[in-house]
């Protein structure tokens, strides 16, 4: 790869884990994807990060209903989440979880970056508040969310503000000199008129909720899951270390429009606060509607992706998503749409047209691909125009920029560049019917004009194939192998198309159906089938068994859930305990509890509160400077009233239990070494 590459940063919103993927979050994921795609295809060298966000009273409430720890509730969500952007041919560069270590260390180093700079102080706040969409709203008790409809939560409680209200003339600035940081007009109107208005500060920490990170020094203060959940980024690309990745500032946050303020006037707020490089572009796309209603797990009127694909193909629903609503504005979904144009467009148009093209090469020409030819007969407009057109499709001169295929994907235009394509490809099949290779194979005199027009109509799918492959990544690279193209279409230059360059003589294979036909009411009959068994289906997290004998044992909770004596674990299942040395910095007695020791341990990234029941056997003073090993990403819990963040590793020595501490005597170790 040359190293003078210019790179391009693009990001999905993270997504929560307290439900699965339906076709909404799918939507943002598959044009995410898309860009991506086509960046590469420009010569960038892109990098695309997607992944989950796992904080917050809504992943605790759920994680307690299903009777587990929230660690392991988020851990199999993200997984479900994972497996299916896999399914859906996502190629996401980055995951990132926000339980993810290198995630919190990025934003306790982001909060510390304010708070030295001025941005932050302490207060307090009572307010209305939304547990499921994890924000403050403006309204009065017992009123319900404006946003969602659910009701809200009456919360005072100790937190720390940052001061958003010295950003309204820096952000104004910023978006005068910067036009295109708000996309759509409509949006960044939109974002305009709310700071104009006045910004408020903005409470960033929580003292009422424990699963989230902990802010160091102040515990048991937890980050608000919207300075959490924003970090993502940046934490994906190196975090503090950002500029040895040379990934940011991101060109492009692609969002859903109703988490815009988020992103256009919190998200840069904080980055300037903390004196870092904002992002390039916000781009804020509608949603997908049923039954003119948001589609939301809330209102129960939710589709999911992997019925569709099932029946249909990947292709078919990403196609699909990107040609029927134009990007930007809201559009309806329906099965019944979907499957006429996947009739229309896929089964009945590139489909059709490969498959006339290449059982016409494979019956005249022996599979191969014949000899362009010049126009044999001299005839006038012999080839139909349809060199011409593809060639203004793949136009790179900055000439007629709003008819060329990549003028509309650098303006997000995807509809409009699918339109197009498939407008080369109506053009071409009326070539076809106007030419009727079939009647000139019977002619051998005019064997050159059938060789003509077999290869325009082959090279016309090539022009298809290259500049529709970042939408329908797994059937135009069928397509390419069946033009007897070996190279990796993925690595094709889409600004590099030039006619002529599909080489004659070369062997295709067999065409195997592109988009087989499918009859309507079956399709969605099996789709609606398969929809209504995935409802059925449970969550994929759900209570662990009662143990029938439970020995309780020193460590408590964690011990609790240790499997039975005979169950064996995999190794991904102890790849999920991070243990890390850490040292003990402090160490004090609890009062009203003689068991414990309260311990502050530098576990390399952080400075951590730990209790461990180790008061009888260990003098604090004796463990200050001591090496241990942690636990680092077990919940935080509270023992005796104590936050603990983390548990140390000791044995159980004889039949009290005397704990003795797991350390490195021999060997210098270094503080946060993982130990595996
Ligand atoms: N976790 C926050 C985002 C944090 S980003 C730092 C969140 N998550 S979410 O799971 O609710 O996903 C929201 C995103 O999913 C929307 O912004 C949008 O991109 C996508 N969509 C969810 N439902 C949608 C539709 N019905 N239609 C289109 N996109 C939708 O908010």
């Not at 102080?121 to 969602?148: F, L, M, R, S």
């Not at 939710?302 to 029927?324: F, K, N, Q, S, W």
Request: with cysteine.
């Amino acid at each position: 790869m040359p190293a003078n590459k210019p790179k391009f940063y693009l990001t999905t919103p993270i997504y929560y884990t307290n439900g699965l993927p339906h076709i909404g979050h799918t939507y943002s994921t598959i044009v995410c994807d898309t860009i991506r795609r086509y960046k590469r295809m420009r010569g960038y060298d892109v990098v695309m990060t997607t992944g989950t966000d796992e904080h917050g009273v809504n992943v605790e409430r759920s994680a307690k209903k299903a009777g587990v720890a929230e660690s392991e509730f988020v851990g199999k969500m993200a997984a479900e989440w994972r497996a299916l952007w896999d399914e859906l041919g996502v190629q996401g560069d980055e995951f990132i979880r926000t339980t993810d270590l290198k995630h919190a260390h990025t934003v306790q180093w982001l909060f510390k970056q304010c708070r030295d700079n001025g941005f932050v102080y302490p207060g307090h706040y009572t307010g209305q508040y939304c547990i499921y969409d994890n924000a403050y709203v403006d309204v009065k008790p017992g009123e319900n969310c404006p946003d969602c409809g659910r009701p809200t939560e009456t919360v005072t409680e100790a937190n720390f503000y940052f001061k958003l209200s010295a950003f309204q003339k820096p952000l104004l600035d910023w978006y005068a000199k910067h036009p295109n940081f708000i996309q759509p007009e409509a949006r960044r109107n939109e974002v305009l008129s709310f700071v104009e208005g006045g910004l408020r500060d903005l409470s960033i920490t929580r003292t009422s909720v424990r699963w989230g990170i902990p802010v160091p020094g102040e515990e048991p203060h937890v980050f608000y899951v919207w300075f959490d959940a924003l970090t993502a980024y940046l934490s994906a690309v190196g975090g503090p270390q950002y500029e040895k990745t040379g990934f940011w500032p991101a060109d492009l946050h692609l969002v859903g429009k109703e988490i815009i303020r988020f992103h256009a006037v919190y998200w840069p707020a904080f980055l300037m606060a903390a004196g870092l490089p904002l992002p390039k572009q916000v781009w804020a796309h509608g949603w997908l509607l049923m039954d003119s209603a948001k589609m939301s797990k809330s209102l129960g009127n939710v589709v999911r992706p992997r019925p569709i694909v099932h029946v249909l193909g990947m292709d078919a629903l990403r196609y699909y998503l990107l040609r029927e609503t134009v990007f930007g504005q809201d559009g309806n979904f329906s099965y019944d749409a979907l499957v006429q144009r996947y009739n229309s467009d896929l089964a009945n148009g590139l489909g059709n047209l490969a498959s006339r093209t290449l059982t016409m090469i494979e019956k005249y020409f022996d599979g191969r691909i014949p000899e362009p030819g010049a126009s044999p007969s001299n005839e006038e407009g012999f080839y139909g125009g349809v060199r011409e057109f593809a060639e203004k499709l793949a136009r790179n001169d900055g000439t007629e920029v709003g008819h060329s295929i990549l003028w509309r994907y650098d303006n997000l235009h995807f509809s409009n560049a699918l339109e197009a394509i498939w407008s080369l490809i109506s053009l071409v099949d009326s070539f076809l019917s106007s030419k009727k290779p079939w009647a000139l194979a019977e002619d051998q005199d005019k064997r050159s004009q059938l060789s003509a027009v077999l290869y325009t109509a082959a090279e016309a799918l090539r022009f298809a194939a290259v500049l529709s492959y970042p939408v329908l990544p797994d059937s135009t690279i069928k397509l390419w192998k069946q033009l007897g193209q070996s190279s990796p279409l993925s690595e094709q230059r889409i600004d590099g198309l030039v006619w002529g360059q599909l080489k004659p003589g070369v062997t295709i294979s067999r065409a195997e159906t592109l988009f087989p036909r499918i009859e309507k009411a079956e399709a969605i009959e099996r789709m609606e089938a398969m929809e209504r068994e995935e409802q059925k289906q449970p969550s994929p997290v759900t209570a662990p068994a009662a143990s029938p004998v439970s020995t309780p044992v020193a460590g408590g909770a964690a011990a609790a859930a240790a499997p039975a004596a005979a169950e064996k674990i995999g190794i991904e299942d102890f790849a999920k305990v991070e243990m890390r040395v850490g040292q003990i910095k402090t160490a004090e007695r609890i009062v009203g509890a003689d068991k414990l020791l309260k311990l502050t341990v530098d576990i390399g990234t952080e400075i951590r509160q730990i209790c461990a029941g180790i008061a009888q056997y260990y003098e604090p003073e004796k463990l200050i400077g001591r090496k241990v090993a942690v636990v680092v990403n077990l919940a935080p819990r509270k023992l005796r009233g104590v936050e603990s963040n983390g548990m140390i590793i000791a044995a159980s020595v004889g039949p009290e239990g005397r704990p003795v501490l797991a350390g490195f005597p021999d060997e210098d170790v270094e503080i946060g070494a993982r130990l595996k």
